[in-house]
């Protein structure tokens, strides 16, 4: 059964949710007064450089501060000298990931300009294919056609999109994001500190660059503004799915109520997750890491062994803890908490169960290991904020 994504407003915020049959597993709030800085691109400012641990602070914007790895600061100089980067000096950067509590967002002068079907890579040149396009015939066509749009300031990447469309068809984009890319790099040289020269699109636009359509039955919304947004979206890469795009009464209907986001909300938003077998999760983010603890709960037969019983909990736990992560967009360091098991080949079966289980997630999650007081640790890249903080920051 394919998927259906949900757009519409909530409490001061556009609200996405991808709904896979009777289960939301994406939730994501974005305020309509504040849209995200991600993929943004500045003309920003050095304040601080900090050698001892390899950081260059850049103000963006006024009063606000972005983290830049020092490797990356030299590639960025507007002035193009080989020079150490110093205060005051003028560098090109995006954003690549929004503020996480007290961190500040994080920088990359390596500037990307992503379309639905291609990528091109400033300071990274040579042509990438994504690994899900494991039809080797193909991959050596788009190295034959792509290969001759390569040059010693950016690369292209082919994304897994591109499967499902013609060579014409990538071709126009690619061109259209050099052109892009040539655009913003004559304008920075002209430009003083805190210029924006690229805002990128709003968070429910972008989160469709990204999803494969083959996999969504419909794009549902109660909300004609969204509506009218998404139709532009779609009619410019995919025309196809116009027939997708399902606009509800909004004297009538409502998203919110048809497909009960409300309820799934409060529980995503609960600290507290049941599990069938009567066990229950308990998930707590903290400053530096989130920690999920794992209990028995209700999960007592007296036709069961102890041993049985923690089996039954953490082997359960492993599911809903990877539906958790996606939902609720968790990201950093995760540490996982089992209920404790004496038994070896018991807890590297748990591992492998808890990898099996986190292996369809879009966003890269590892399963780190085990130890023996039965501690996981979980990493899962950081894109956007949890919705716990998303919602804190509403308009």
């Known amino acids: 059964m394919k998927d259906k994504l949900l ?22 709030f974005e305020p309509e007064k504040e849209q995200t800085i991600v993929g943004n691109v500045y003309v920003a400012r050095v304040e601080n450089v900090v050698k001892n641990i390899g950081a260059v602070f850049v103000s963006y914007d006024k009063g606000e501060i972005a983290y830049l790895p020092l490797e990356e600061a030299t590639f960025g100089k507007l002035n193009k000298d080989n020079t150490p980067v110093h205060q005051g000096e003028l560098l090109l950067i995006e954003i690549a990931s929004e503020a996480i509590k007290t961190k500040p967002p994080k920088a990359t002068t390596y500037i990307n300009c992503t379309g639905r079907y291609s990528v091109l890579t400033m300071g ?21 056609e792509f290969t001759k749009y390569l040059t010693d300031e950016y690369g292209i990447i082919i994304r897994t999109s591109a499967e499902s469309v013609s060579f014409e068809e990538i071709r126009k984009e690619i061109e259209q994001l050099i052109k892009d890319y040539e655009s913003i790099i004559k304008y920075a040289d002209t430009r003083s500190a805190h210029t924006i020269l690229r805002k990128d699109e709003k968070s429910y636009l972008k989160a469709l660059r990204n999803i494969d359509f083959n996999e969504i039955s419909q794009i549902v919304t109660d909300d004609t503004l969204i509506y009218k947004d998404v139709l532009e979206y779609i009619e410019r890469y995919d025309s196809s799915m116009k027939d997708k795009l ?7 209907d409502s998203v919110l109520k048809i497909y009960g986001l409300e309820s799934k909300i409060k529980q995503a938003l609960s600290s507290t997750v049941w599990l069938k077998c009567g066990g229950y999760l308990v998930i707590q983010p903290t400053e530096a890491l989130t920690v999920i603890d794992v209990n028995s709960g209700k999960c007592i037969s ?20 990877a539906k958790q992560l996606r939902l609720r967009n968790l990201s950093g360091i995760i540490i996982v908490d089992f209920i404790d098991m004496d038994d ?37 890249k950081k894109i956007r904020k949890p919705i716990y903080e998303q919602r804190l920051q509403k308009g």
């Open 7 to 28: 757009l519409t407003k909530y409490d001061g915020c556009i609200l996405s949710a991808r709904r896979s049959g009777n289960e939301i597993i994406e939730l994501s």
């Open 124 to 144: 990274k040149p040579g042509l990438g294919i994504s690994s899900k396009i494991i039809d080797a015939n193909l991959r050596n066509l788009y190295k034959d």
């Open 246 to 252: 399902v606009l509800m009464n909004e004297e009538t």
């Open 302 to 321: 007296k036709k069961k062994s102890i041993k049985d019983t923690v089996r039954k909990v953490n082997f359960e736990a492993c599911e809903m803890i």
């Open 344 to 380: 070896e080949d018991m807890r590297k079966e748990l591992l492998d169960e808890l990898k099996k289980c986190i292996e369809p997630d879009p966003v890269k999650t590892v399963v780190v290991d085990i130890t023996k007081l039965n501690l996981v640790e979980i990493t899962r």
